[in-house]
């Protein structure tokens, strides 16, 4: 272990007794103490999950990156290890930011971006950033191996890269700005030390936005995804509420050939709190994806207890036939089940009715009849903190905060959808909630700051029909 790991370590383990816990996750990975951004180097590796995450370890607030680390044998469960990655080189010297992980023979190799300025920190033009090797066999320890390829000419911001084995080549894909234009390069290597430039692999077209961030490229249904989180888009009636977006475009491409886009840019995540997501492959194939649950900018109370960000839940993607990503809860993730409680209600009328207690770490599942229900409003409420109700006359189905005291207020939602019945899955955790709507259709995550925990089920203005409620009580 370095000096400046050790010197991380030793903040870390003096800061986690001084935490809060009141709002700390019980089954999502947060940091120890500090700040956390982006999931980094998600891999399956020796037998574990392995999760890495954009860190700050001296503060709750972003500071020079380092890589913190944690490691789970089934997605639910995570154990934290020591500091893998701080800045401490001449490549990296402000910053380890954002990158993957591949399993290069008996080694695990994080490629990552080095952040350094030459110069003046204020100013862009003495910004380099420039994509690094550090390799481990045993999967804790990582041996720095340096710069792997330079900052392009006429480049500043370069960061990102996410790299892939394909036939018999490793590929890497890196976020960019060209101008006032976002980008995607593609690169190609045969031993992760010395890469080709193969050229820009997608660009933004006026309005999609000045950078491209954390890029990610990947196969399904025999189509490929290129997932990223554009900067600078506006928003537009329901779409882009958020500082920054995260989506994919889908299309057709292989190795030598260029990427011939065949869909329109989705947002991946309809809440509040997603961004930066990347994904990696479990050892039975499923893609998966996991992104950062929070958003730049935003108001973030858990700082006042000694930490800052959190990841989401692991979710299995797949590709429908309409070029839409499906998102569902990985599976491994019901093994947290513990009780089922069934709730006694099948119509609300106009009215409010406690269901549970105290809804801390739940698994909520609510069936409601669309067809049977005409009520204005209807769905479950949290305190007066949160509601996930259907909008009957905006016709969609709509998550709400209600912070005052942390200036957190608004909606988020998604149309309802064309079904008989919408079938809801909503995880709670300690402040936050992720919903996944009709097994896969779209999700909303937003981070929550309750006070207090009952939990009711309400319509207003006429009746509504639960074909099927209740709750799992979560480990
Ligand atoms: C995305 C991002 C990345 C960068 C990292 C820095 O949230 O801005 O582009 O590598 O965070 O922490």
Redesign the pocket.
Known sequence: MTLTIANAEQALIEKQHQLNLRWYPHYHLAPRAGWM??PNGLVWFDGWYHAFY?HHPYSTS?GP?HWGHARSRDLSHWEHLPTALAPEGPEDKD?C??GSAVVNGEELALIY?G?KFEGDHTNDDNLYQVQCLATSENGITFARQGQVIATPAGLHHF??PKVWRQGDAWYMVV?ARMGNTGQVRLYRSTCLREWQEEGVLAEAPAGMGFMW??PDFFTLNGKQVLMF?PQGMQAQGYKNRNLFQSGYLTGQWQPGDAFSQQSAFQEMDHGHDF??PQSFLSPDGRRIVMG?MAM?ESPMPEQQDGWAGMLTLPREVTLDANNRLQMRPARELENLRQSWLSWPVSTLSNTIMPVMEHCETAEVMLQWDLAASDAEQYGIALEDGMRLYVDNQAQRLVLERNYPQFSLCGQRSFPLPDTAILSLRVFFDSSSVEVFVNDGEATLSSRIYPHARQLSVFAWSGNAALKACGAWHLE
Do not use: K, L, P, V
């Open positions: 951004n982006d954009q972003w990156m910053g930011f954002s971006t952040h960061r990102d976020g961030e954390c989180s961004y930066a950062w730049w």
